[in-house]
């Protein structure tokens, strides 16, 4: 890159940086909106609209709804030949709010976008901020992936809150299933044999997966939760129901895995006469395929902003967290990094973690997040320009 090329693209940076700085009140109120009003997996209405609408004020052209979801958004800008993407996660936890930090993501996104708009012509850029529903367990970018989005992006980016920066996104690839057994009920002490016990094949069911862990890959995880254990303690359960995660290194080893752990869930049924019935919640999230060059610039811009990269602590493995992101990642370049907001030792899907994502510590690493993304895209279309 020239002396001139490098001299455009620093001012451009520090035009991007004081746009920010400038929106950072409307950013932080944005953040605390959707902090204060929580809505799950596709039930995002309100805040869907919040964040469509914050771009919208900044002239981006907006789609509610857009490919028949009811709770995506696309907004766009420019005309340019590189199209870059930016993902804004809205969802919250069910009985946790915000405890992790999707309102922070929806800020940064917001934030970078913004920021970028006024650089759009300049650089030549389109810019495309996806409003993706449901990451929480409900695929949002895979059905908008099956709808013919994000296609031929040359970059796609987000951040997400963390206890601890951390630049490589590492996750697990995941399913997400609802198990159920019907049996048949029966008065607990006058006609017990009459019974077929659900909860008794559920159980059966956990003690199996708790042996198969023995001989599991140290990358696997299994875990879930009983949603529905019975009705009163003096009948027989005539159906029990549970969500539950599989995880693993790929979709690969996932498949391999899963085929185990049904065989747990059989044995549950095959030993009490229940019925099982094992649905899927969303396709599965798949593993990260990271961008090299973008995150490496994203690393020395997040550094310039004086951010620091944990290492090697146990506070940095928000990393290997579960994305459809992982999904966006396997047909266009991307990059996942981690912000930071100080919380350790409490971490993301804890209660107080939502706590975090608001006041001084999330503003700033709203704000960093927001300009080392804009910073990065300008690197990556500055480079893609000068080959």
């Known amino acids: 890159m020239g002396d001139h090329r490098r001299g455009e693209l620093s001012a451009a940076k520090n035009r991007a940086a004081e746009i920010v700085r400038s929106d950072a009140p409307r950013l932080i109120a944005l953040s605390e909106v959707l902090h204060a009003n929580p809505e799950v997996a596709w039930e995002e209405y309100r805040s869907a609209r919040w964040v469509a609408d914050a771009l919208g004020e900044a002239q981006f052209d907006v789609t509610m709804g857009y490919l028949g979801l009811d709770t995506a958004f696309l907004a766009t800008y420019g005309t340019g030949p590189f199209r870059l993407g930016l993902c804004a996660e809205y969802d919250a936890l069910p009985g946790l709010g915000h405890a992790c930090g999707h309102n922070l993501i929806s800020a940064i996104t917001v934030g970078a976008a913004r920021a970028l708009a006024p650089l759009a012509d300049e650089f030549g850029l389109r810019i495309e901020v996806y409003g993706t529903p449901a990451e929480e367990g409900g695929g949002g970018k895979i059905d908008l992936i099956e709808r013919g989005a994000f296609v031929n992006l040359d970059l796609a980016m987000m951040a997400h809150p963390a206890p601890v920066d951390v630049a490589e996104a590492q996750p697990f690839a995941v399913s997400h299933s609802h198990v159920s057994y019907a049996g048949k009920a029966a008065h607990a002490a006058a006609y017990p044999e009459q019974g077929v016990n659900a909860a008794d094949a559920f159980t059966i069911a956990q003690v199996a997966l708790g042996l198969l862990r023995q001989q599991l890959p140290e990358s696997v995880r299994v875990h879930g939760v009983m949603t529905n254990g019975g009705e009163a303690p003096n009948a027989i359960p005539a159906r029990t129901e549970g969500r539950w995660y599989v995880r693993a290194e790929s979709l690969q080893q996932l498949a391999a895995v899963e085929e185990k752990v049904w065989r747990c869930f059989e044995a549950g049924a095959l030993a009490t006469g229940c019925d099982l019935t ?32 944990d290492e090697g602590t146990p506070a940095r493995r928000m990393n290997r967290a579960s994305t459809d992101m992982g999904n966006l990642s396997q047909i266009v370049p991307a990059i996942h990094p981690y912000v930071g907001v100080g919380s ?18 999330a503003e700033k690493a709203l704000l960093d997040a927001a300009t080392a993304l ?3 895209a300008l690197d990556v279309v500055s480079a893609r320009t000068d080959r």
């Open 344 to 361: 350790w030792p409490v971490l993301n899907h804890q209660r107080e973690f939502a706590e975090h994502c608001v006041g001084p510590k």
């Open 374 to 376: 804009a910073w990065t």
């Open 278 to 309: 094992i649905v899927p919640e969303s396709k599965p999230y798949a593993e990260f395929r990271t961008d090299q060059a973008a995150l490496q610039a994203y690393i020395g811009n997040a550094k310039r902003l004086g951010r620091v990269f």
